[in-house]
């Protein structure tokens, strides 16, 4: 007699996300891992299996055509309360990212996700599930069997002990996971806004990288052993690999305001710096 499948997994995950290779490759590595594994190209293909399947744990990507995957979420949940969710992002997802854990989702991975930190991601979710489930239980007994009241409460306690001691531990996750969001965020921003500063400069005086720092003086440029002018420091922040661990927000914000008072033509551009520059100044600002 053939074995079914879904009886035997470790539990049923529902992976939603648009790249095909993407759905295959992982499903495969999933089902190795003895999960049951249902696949969506879609948010609304998604929810028409939620409401015909049990699902343990939805794993969807931020961005997909039609329906994204924070509405996605924020539908599943409403439908399946206990449904445990995952979200993946890719560049540029980080807001999105923490909108959706402030939605319900219990983990965020950032593409391309590797098959062991899935796993990771949800044996915790199952874990998670199975208390919230075991709780459930004891709850539904207790209303039955009276006699057992004592030995029912103890157990009750223990398991809510437990439940709490997993939300306070993934609070606390979740509030390291939207500190590490906002200082990626905060390194991205100070690349965009001295890039953008650097090539509105050009594009308005026809003057170099040199002499924006020797215009400025905000920045040194200085003459290596080919008899060449570099700006060493100032190269480092135009790209994140690069960038300093603690970055000089002062001279980049003041080499913006120095562009933006020299610079006059092009409304484009200058528009583009001076909302860029009020992203970085409001992140610092909320930074403690």
């Not at 470790?10 to 939603?16: F, P, S, T, Y």
Request: with cysteine; net charge negative.
């Amino acid at each position: 007699m053939k074995k079914d499948k879904q009886m035997d997994s470790k539990g049923k995950i529902l992976l939603v996300d648009d790249e095909p290779d993407f759905v295959e490759f992982v499903s495969w590595q999933l089902e190795t891992l003895s999960y049951a594994v249902h696949t969506a190209p879609a948010g609304e293909k998604a929810l028409d299996i939620l409401s015909r399947t049990d699902i343990d744990i939805l794993i969807a990507d931020i961005r997909m055509p039609g329906m994204d995957g924070i509405e996605l979420i924020r539908r599943a949940i409403e439908r399946r309360p206990d449904l445990q969710c995952i979200v993946m992002t890719g560049h540029g997802g980080i807001d999105t990212a923490v909108e959706a854990m402030k939605l319900g989702a219990v983990n965020y991975l950032r593409k391309p996700v590797g098959v062991e930190e899935l796993d990771v991601a949800i044996e915790k979710a199952m874990e998670k599930l199975g208390l919230i489930l075991a709780v459930r239980e004891k709850q539904e007994r207790l209303e039955k069997v009276n006699e057992e009241l004592s030995k029912a409460n103890a157990e009750l306690t223990k398991l809510r002990g437990q439940l709490e001691a997993s939300l306070r531990e993934e609070s606390s996750g979740r509030k390291k996971a939207e500190a590490a969001l906002k200082k990626a965020r905060l390194r991205e921003l100070i690349v965009e806004v001295l890039t953008l500063s650097l090539r509105y400069w050009k594009q308005t005086t026809q003057k170099t990288k040199i002499e924006l720092a020797e215009d400025s003086k905000i920045w040194t440029a200085s003459i290596d052993s080919g008899g060449t002018y570099r700006t060493r420091t100032l190269d480092r922040y135009l790209r994140i690999t690069s960038l300093p661990s603690n970055p000089r927000f002062g001279d980049v914000l003041d080499t913006a305001y120095f562009v933006l008072n020299n610079c006059s033509t092009y409304p484009e551009m200058k528009s583009n710096l001076e909302e860029k520059i009020g992203q970085l100044e409001k992140i610092l600002l909320e930074s403690p």
